[in-house]
């Protein structure tokens, strides 16, 4: 770790402040060239305070990079999470305002919900299925209050600021078919993704670190380092395994599981 905790105090205040104002800031990666993936985390870890503070609720987790284009994107080799909020949740159908986000962008994944309470530095696969109690559709809305690509330099923003900028996650559908995790093989489940009736996207959940538990137990092992865990009914976001698609304004977009249901929402 590099940064001091006024430097890390400092960030999480204008991320938060980025966030209200639909305003972003420039790359922390940029202003503080030897930041690590550490110090990203301890940002984030300030900027799910103030959230809290706030009077946000934690509702779960997301993983994100889980498929290996994006990782290579990032040079990185392993996932990242961020945390959900109460505020972030979306009816399956509902209309996004207009000027809600900044940016945002749609992936398509699996939740996970558990019905045990998951930690464990050695945590597998096989433990996030027997825990779970159901998977169902989602939509992920990314969104970033750090600028893609840097005004002053032209660099894209790098992991270190997607990580501090918590995930770049904003909000979330559930929708479909909830289904027990014995009933259904996830890696063979997907979705094809339509924005206002034509396919954008689609793809498998083998795409997600070849199994989407697998990036469940990605997330429990690094919880596990903290000292924390998953938690009962928290939603885990488990990853997208399609390309991030831009929303643009008037936008629908509708995600057919096949046998796991429809979901979908609107953007004014």
Same mark, same amino acid.
């Given at each position: ?13 204008? $991320? ?19 930041? &690590? ?23 779960? @987790? ?5 498929? =290996? ?23 399956? *159908? ?31 696969? $096989?433990?996030? $299925?027997? /825990? ?44 479909? &078919? ?9 890696? =063979? ?13 689609? *793809? ?8 989407? /538990?697998?990036?469940?137990? @990605? $997330?429990?092992? =690094?919880?596990?380092?903290? *000292? ?33 249901? &429809? ?6």
């Amino acid at each position: 770790m590099t940064l001091n905790e006024a430097e890390v105090a400092s960030a999480a205040c204008r $991320l938060y402040e980025a966030e209200g104002t639909r305003r972003q800031i420039g790359h922390l990666s940029t202003l503080h060239p030897g930041m &690590t993936i550490a110090d990203s985390y301890r940002i984030q870890d300030g900027l799910v305070a103030l959230k809290r503070a706030g009077g946000e609720v934690p509702t779960g @987790w997301k993983i994100g990079l889980t498929s =290996r284009a994006m990782q290579a994107a990032l040079n990185i080799d392993t996932p990242d999470s961020g945390v959900l909020f109460n505020s972030m949740a979306f009816e399956d *159908g509902a209309t996004v305002p207009r000027g809600r986000f900044i940016q945002p962008r749609i992936e398509a994944e699996l939740a996970f919900v558990l019905h045990t309470r998951l930690s464990g530095a050695d945590t597998d696969v $096989l433990d996030v $299925l027997r /825990a779970t109690e159901y998977v169902v559709p989602a939509l992920e809305i990314l969104d970033t209050r750090i600028e893609r690509v840097c005004r002053d330099t032209g660099k894209t923003r790098t992991v270190c600021d997607t990580i501090a900028d918590n995930a770049a996650n904003a909000g979330y559908v559930l929708g479909g &078919t909830p289904a027990r995790p014995d009933r259904i093989d996830m890696r =063979r489940a997907g979705a094809i993704v339509s924005r206002n009736g034509v396919v954008e996207e689609t *793809g498998l959940g083998a795409g997600v670190l070849n199994h989407p /538990a697998r990036g469940v137990a @990605w $997330l429990v092992r =690094r919880l596990a380092e903290m *000292g924390q865990g998953v938690e009962p009914g928290e939603i885990i976001l488990s990853g997208s395994f399609i390309r991030p698609i831009e929303t643009g304004p008037a936008a629908t977009f509708t995600a057919d599981y096949g046998p796991l249901g &429809t979901i979908s929402c609107y953007f004014e």
